[in-house]
């Protein structure tokens, strides 16, 4: 597990997103300031958060979000209605609590 400010990086875990274990070896490894961490770490956050919903069927709302995902297949308009386990949506308040840690938008 590499650390990188107040941000543990756990790239077996499963169920996450290649995406967010390569940022986090690209920002272990390449001697990334702190700041540039943080923003590569909330766009990775923010995506793999994302992608929970995407997968299980969330029609988004925001400009960014459809842009970035899309809506197509996308069944549910309301968030409280998107089925998501339980493992799931403890990961999404993890990844909530670490965007507010790096004051991520």
Request: aromatic letters at 10%.
């Amino acid at each position: 597990m590499a650390s990188i400010g107040t941000v543990s990086c756990r790239a077996g875990l499963a169920g996450w997103p290649r995406l967010i274990a390569g940022a986090c070896l690209l920002i272990a490894g390449a001697g990334i300031t702190a700041s540039s961490a943080s923003a590569q770490s909330c766009q990775a956050l923010w995506v793999e958060r994302n992608s929970y919903y995407k997968d299980a069927g969330y029609c988004f709302k925001t400009r960014r979000a459809i842009g970035y995902f899309g809506n197509r297949g996308c069944s549910y308009d309301d968030v409280g209605d998107v089925p998501l386990s339980a493992n799931v949506r403890e990961r999404i308040a993890e990844i909530k609590a670490l965007e507010r840690r790096f004051g991520c938008d």
